[in-house]
């Protein structure tokens, strides 16, 4: 990240795929993170959000790990019973901001 931001001086906004590349770009940004450049992050992970609540992370965004779970469960309950399972399932995520990262935390 550190090298293509300095070798991309234009760079106005970053989304990584997990938490841990973001606060990597947040590192590289230095005290462009956060005000200049925002930062998004993917996993709603505990050092993402402490990086969403000190405003260094823009934003993540979370999973929901006990709604996958729930909805893996009843999934395999459905095929169990012989039952067809759809082949895609899709599992609504929720965007942390510094106005919600409470809600997470």
């Known amino acids: 990240m550190t090298n293509l931001l300095q070798s991309h001086k ?5 989304f990584a795929e997990n ?3 973001a606060l990597g770009a947040v590192k590289a940004l230095g005290t462009k993170a956060g005000k200049a450049v925002p930062v998004v992050g993917f996993d709603g ?5 402490k990086a969403v609540e000190a405003g260094t992370l823009y934003a ?18 459905r095929a169990a019973r012989g039952k067809k399972v759809r082949e895609m399932v899709k ?12 809600d997470f935390s």
Request: charged residues 20%; negative net charge.
């Open 10 to 14: 234009g760079v106005n906004g970053v």
């Open 19 to 21: 938490d841990e590349m």
């Open 45 to 49: 992970t505990p050092d993402g959000l």
């Open 60 to 77: 993540s965004v979370a999973q929901q790990p006990r709604e996958l779970g729930r909805i893996a469960v009843e999934n395999a309950v």
């Open 91 to 102: 599992v609504p995520v929720k965007i942390v901001t510094s106005k919600n990262v409470q």
